[in-house]
Each structure stands twice: as structure tokens, then as C-alpha cells.
């Protein structure tokens, strides 16, 4: 496994060492000793999602303001734009992003620390998307950013409007949310 710095602190493009051949190929998705060792902390996940969504989806950009969650994001079939905001006001990267394809071909995955407004826009035909998480989901605390703030200026790579959850389209600009 090998652990990619991005342009925001802490977050991280997770690289597992895939062993192929002409019959498929295998990796470990996950190794706790491991993944420990290559973000420099301990975690531990309560709890793994996984949602399947068809193309131009978008999802986001959500948060817990009270419990936050960390994430390990990946696709296992498919391919998102994955999107992390840094929310945390005082970090010297407060409101800035990182966009990334994952797929299933590239077998990326996404380390998102507590802290962050995460999203993904499908670019695939369908996509499956598993994370696990930190920490429990409490819908009384979940927050949701506007996905098009001009605040932001996060390219999405659409050509068409994106299908939105009411939740999502109803977002709070990113200069009106709670951040941590």
C-alpha cells in the first residue's frame, strides 16, 4: 500500500499493491496495521457504505458537523469524480478541494480525514461506491454544501446538469455552512 500526499494535509490517495495476471487480479482493499502505518494515525471504522448510482449522479457535498466522519472512499465498479473540501477554518487550506477520479480500473482509493465536505459526481454508465467511516452516521447532524458554490470553483467534468438528491440541491452556500 502506498500513500499518495495530495495538495491538502492529510489527505490521501491510497495506492494498494494489485498482484494481476492473465486470469484477474487480487490486492488487499484494506489492512488496518497497514493503512495505519501510511496516514500516521490509528483509525478504526464502524461501519462500511456502499451505494450504486447511474451517470451524471451527483452526491454532496456532505459533512457531520458533530461526530465527523473519516473515509476511506473506492469504487468497485465504475468511475466517480471524487471531491474532499477542507472545512476545518483553521487550516492554511480552509475552503480549498481536491477533485480525483477513482475507478475500478485504477483501484485509487480516497482517504478523507475528519474535517472535510465530501462529494462525487458519477462518470461512468452505473458506478458502485463503497467507504467505510470513522464513525456512525447521525442524520440529526448532517450537513450538506451547495455542490455548484461559485465559492468553490470545483469542476465537476459535467456536460449536463447533474441528478441531485432534494438535500443536495437545497446545500447551503459554502460562506453560509458550519465548518469545524
Do not use: C
Not at 458554490?149 to 470545483?154: A, Q, T
Not at 449536463?160 to 437545497?170: E, R
Amino acid at each position: 500500500m502506498k500513500a499518495i500526499q495530495t495538495t491538502i494535509k492529510d489527505l490521501l490517495i491510497i495506492e494498494p499493491k494489485v498482484f494481476g495476471d492473465d486470469r484477474g487480479f487480487f490486492f488487499e482493499s484494506y489492512n488496518k496495521r497497514q493503512f495505519n502505518e501510511a496516514i500516521g494515525r490509528d483509525v478504526e471504522f464502524v461501519q462500511d457504505n456502499h451505494s450504486r448510482s447511474v451517470k451524471n449522479v451527483l452526491r454532496g457535498l456532505h459533512y457531520q458537523i458533530q461526530h465527523p466522519q473519516g473515509k476511506l472512499v473506492r469504487v468497485v465498479q465504475g468511475s466517480v469524480l471524487d471531491v474532499a473540501v477542507d472545512i476545518r477554518k483553521k487550516s492554511s487550506t480552509f475552503g480549498q478541494h481536491v477533485a480525483l477520479e477513482i475507478s475500478a480500473e485504477n483501484k485509487r482509493m480516497l482517504w478523507i480525514p475528519e474535517g472535510f465536505a465530501h462529494g462525487f459526481v458519477v462518470l461512468s454508465e452505473t458506478a458502485e461506491f463503497l467507504y467505510k467511516t470513522t464513525d456512525y452516521w447521525f442524520p440529526e447532524h448532517e450537513r450538506s454544501i451547495l455542490w455548484n458554490d461559485s465559492d468553490l470553483k470545483i469542476d465537476w467534468k459535467l456536460q449536463t446538469d447533474p441528478s441531485l438528491s432534494n438535500k443536495d440541491a437545497q446545500g447551503k452556500r459554502f460562506k453560509d455552512a458550519e465548518y469545524y
